[in-house]
């Protein structure tokens, strides 16, 4: 072993270790791993930011950009509230969305079937008020269990069946990787759906671990529309599917009385109930539940909506809303109100309100303002109103046919266009979206790829796979592919797969003539070994998109891949030995 690819193998052991230890800032240990690097003379000058251009890292950003659309779209309402209503446990929600986005990543690239799960995730995180930490990372590592079932599942798979072609003179056929394949993808998104409740629990300090956006308590008064998902429901079960807490249910003018898991909400109701701000902004722009000042026809199409906190010299203390002239008069509707009273009785028009209340107003701004300054309260965030669900359906078109272009572009060309036509078309405001993304996940992931390409050109892996070899029985059918998957799964977070299959593809066909066996089974354990990438979240760009789309910790990876690894590799070697040996 050189001194160089000494250094590289200790580096890469320190930042792991700073990784898991979770002192200091990801991009922070990611930078300073990278200037080690440089210190060190792993890499040259030219390639110490060469990760920032990489079309990995580009491609990322790209996909955060178009995800941020897609997610205020309500393309897969129907989708979500149809597994709300079914009253799906979490496990059963995670267990069917992973499947489906391990069935699609079959028949197109892994990080294509994942970006297209993605949205549904959130949409479903939403509406059923599943922590969208216990989705994200399961459909993530879906789409790479998907990738292990077909011949074009990864480009891995494709490389090591033409070194199978080269080696034998004939390739895998296109579900010859399935054998082994399927029954491992099966057997882990089952275990990562049952794991992602347990790991991350809703109140538990995982949950709270994640930075979010904070959110305001309101109450309004809505009504329940024909085909909302709230027909039908009991008003108890209304806090756990849906995450609001009912206070009155009214129905031709007079309350439901009785108690809660008596009352059916029904089309037409009247429903009062206290949700976080942006629950209540997603019923609205879904259709799920309707204002009555849009139904009567006092709202305008150009209205804007002003958040307005009641100050101490206000002359609204103590008012009831039905009396408050000072906004009738002026066609402003009081769409919420956020109470810092907990007693909620009688109608949304009978509460009364207390100083630091944040009323949310609805109308024309030059009347808001005034009327804000006649009563004394202060203006505080003017949040736009909800999205038309008309046009929901035009940016995922437009992801959609990107996405296909891919087969012809590069994923990075392909998803630059989607991002210019979004922009082009008023959906993404490349500025603030740019500014929104989760820059430390991205740099982490750009400063690991020069450290990643200097175990492959410095022949490091090589001599780890020399090394092994000499130690262990590589003569042996199973220990040779033993040794070959684990290389593979140790390589694959800091190469990319494809470069694991050309690494260790020529390593295998050895092995296999060293031991006079035929070679398919080695290759296969390279290629699934290069996919089962669960360990850390810059191995596969589908995890560093999880990571930033869904606040994990370097730790949560650990937690959450490793016993499905353990269990992926113990079932790949049975399975190998029994159709392939």
Same mark, same amino acid.
């Given at each position: 072993?050189?001194?160089e690819?000494?250094?590289?193998?200790?580096?890469?052991i320190?930042m792991l270790v700073?990784f898991l230890i979770? $002192?200091? $800032?990801v991009?922070?240990v *990611?930078?300073?791993?990278?200037?080690?690097?440089y210190a060190l003379?792993l890499?040259p000058?030219?390639?110490v930011?060469s990760?920032?251009?990489?079309?990995?890292v580009?491609?990322v950003v790209?996909?955060l950009l178009?995800?941020?659309?897609?997610?205020r779209?309500?393309?897969?309402?129907?989708?979500?509230t149809?597994?709300?209503?079914?009253g799906m446990?979490?496990?059963?929600?995670?267990?069917i969305?992973?499947?489906?986005?391990? +069935?699609?990543?079959?028949?197109?690239n892994?990080?294509?079937?994942?970006?297209i799960s993605?949205p549904v995730a959130?949409?479903?995180?939403?509406?059923t008020?599943?922590?969208?930490?216990?989705l994200?990372m399961p459909?993530?590592?879906?789409?790479l269990?998907?990738?292990?079932?077909?011949?074009?599942g990864?480009?891995?798979?494709?490389l090591?069946s033409n070194?199978?072609v080269a080696a034998t003179g004939q390739?895998?056929?296109?579900?010859?990787?399935?054998?082994?394949?399927l029954?491992?993808?099966?057997?882990?998104?089952l275990?990562?759906?049952m794991l992602?409740?347990l790991?991350f629990?809703?109140?538990?300090d995982d949950?709270?671990a994640a930075?979010e956006?904070?959110?305001?308590r309101?109450?309004?008064?809505?009504?329940?529309?024909?085909g909302?998902p709230?027909?039908?429901?009991?008003?108890?079960?209304l806090?756990?599917r849906f995450?609001?807490?009912?206070?009155?249910?009214?129905?031709n003018?007079?309350?439901?009385f009785?108690?809660?898991d $008596? *009352?059916?909400v029904?089309?037409?109701?009247?429903?009062?109930?206290?949700?976080?701000?942006?629950?209540?902004?997603?019923? *609205?722009?879904s259709?799920?539940?309707?204002?009555?000042h849009?139904?009567a026809?006092?709202?305008?199409?150009?209205?804007s909506?002003?958040?307005a906190?009641? #100050?101490?010299? @206000?002359?609204?203390?103590?008012s009831?809303l039905?009396?408050l002239?000072?906004?009738s008069?002026?066609?402003?509707a009081?769409?919420a109100l @956020?109470m810092r009273?907990?007693?909620?009785?009688?109608?949304?028009?009978?509460l009364?309100? @207390?100083?630091?209340?944040?009323?949310?107003?609805?109308g024309?701004r030059?009347?808001?303002?005034e009327?804000?300054?006649?009563?004394e309260?202060?203006?505080?965030?003017?949040?736009?109103?909800p999205p038309?669900?008309?046009?929901s359906?035009q940016p995922?078109?437009? +992801?959609?046919?990107?996405?296909?272009?891919?087969?012809v572009?590069?994923?990075?060309?392909a998803l630059?266009?989607?991002?210019?036509?979004?922009?082009l078309?008023?959906y993404l405001n490349?500025r603030?979206?740019?500014?929104?993304?989760n820059?430390p996940?991205?740099i982490m992931?750009a400063?690991?790829i020069?450290?990643?390409s200097?175990v492959g050109?410095?022949?490091t892996?090589?001599v780890?796979a020399s090394?092994l070899?000499?130690i262990?029985?590589?003569?042996q059918?199973?220990?040779?592919i033993a040794?070959?998957?684990f290389?593979a799964?140790?390589l694959?977070? +800091?190469?990319?797969?494809a470069?694991v299959?050309?690494?260790?593809?020529?390593?295998?066909i050895e +092995?296999?003539?060293?031991?006079?066996h035929?070679?398919?089974?080695?290759?296969?354990?390279v290629a699934?070994?290069?996919?089962?990438d669960?360990l850390?979240?810059f191995?596969?760009?589908?995890?560093t998109l999880? #990571?930033?789309i869904g606040s994990?910790?370097?730790?949560?990876?650990?937690r959450?891949?490793?016993p499905?690894?353990?269990?992926s590799y113990?079932?790949?070697?049975?399975?190998?030995y029994?159709?392939?040996?």
């Open positions: 072993m050189t001194p690819q000494a250094w590289l193998l200790i580096l890469l320190a700073l979770d $002192r200091f $800032r991009e922070v *990611a930078i300073a791993g990278l200037l080690a690097g003379g890499y000058t030219e390639a930011f990760g920032f251009a990489s079309p990995v580009i491609t790209e996909i178009v995800v941020q659309v897609l997610a779209t309500r393309f897969f309402d129907r989708v979500s149809a597994l709300a209503g079914r446990r979490g496990t059963g929600v995670i267990a969305l992973s499947g489906v986005t391990g +069935f699609i990543s079959i028949f197109m892994n990080i294509g079937a994942f970006s993605l959130l949409r479903i995180s939403s509406v008020a599943i922590p969208k930490r216990q994200i459909i993530s590592f879906a789409a269990f998907g990738g292990l079932v077909s011949l074009i990864t480009p891995a798979n494709l090591v070194a199978l390739g895998f056929r296109l579900f010859d990787f399935a054998y082994v394949g029954p491992v993808a099966i057997t882990g998104i275990m990562t759906s992602a409740p790991l629990p809703r109140d538990g949950d709270k930075p956006t904070p959110r305001r309101m109450v309004a008064e809505r009504r329940v529309p024909a909302s709230l027909i039908g429901q009991n008003l108890a079960d806090p756990a995450a609001l807490k009912p206070h009155a249910l009214l129905r003018g007079a309350f439901v009785g108690s809660a $008596r *009352a059916i029904e089309a037409g109701d009247l429903l009062l109930a206290e949700a976080d701000d942006a629950v209540l902004a997603d019923f *609205a722009a259709g799920a539940l309707q204002t009555d849009w139904q026809g006092h709202w305008q199409a150009e209205a909506r002003v958040e906190v009641v #100050m101490p010299e @206000s002359t609204l203390v103590g009831r039905r009396s002239e000072v906004f008069t002026r066609n402003i009081i769409s @956020s009273s907990p007693r909620i009785e009688g109608r949304f028009e009978d009364q309100l @207390s100083i630091g209340d944040v009323l949310v107003l609805e024309d030059a009347a808001i303002a009327a804000l300054e006649e009563c309260c202060l203006p505080l965030a003017s949040p736009p109103v038309s669900v008309s046009l359906w995922f078109a437009i +992801f959609a046919c990107g996405i296909a272009a891919t087969t572009l590069r994923p990075d060309i630059a266009g989607v991002v210019l036509v979004l922009a078309l008023n490349i603030q979206a740019m500014a929104d993304l820059w996940v991205i992931l400063a690991m020069p450290i990643g200097a050109t410095s022949g892996a090589e780890i090394a070899g000499t262990l029985p590589v003569s059918p199973l220990a040779g040794v070959v998957l290389l799964i140790a694959t977070p +800091f190469i990319n797969n470069t299959a050309i690494i260790l593809s020529p390593i295998a +092995f296999a003539a060293a031991g006079e035929q070679p398919q089974a080695y290759l296969l354990a699934l070994g290069a996919s089962l669960f850390t979240p191995g596969h760009h589908n995890n999880a #990571m930033g994990y910790r370097f730790s949560d990876f650990i959450a891949g490793l499905v690894t353990v269990l113990f079932l790949s070697l049975l399975l190998l029994v159709f392939w040996v």
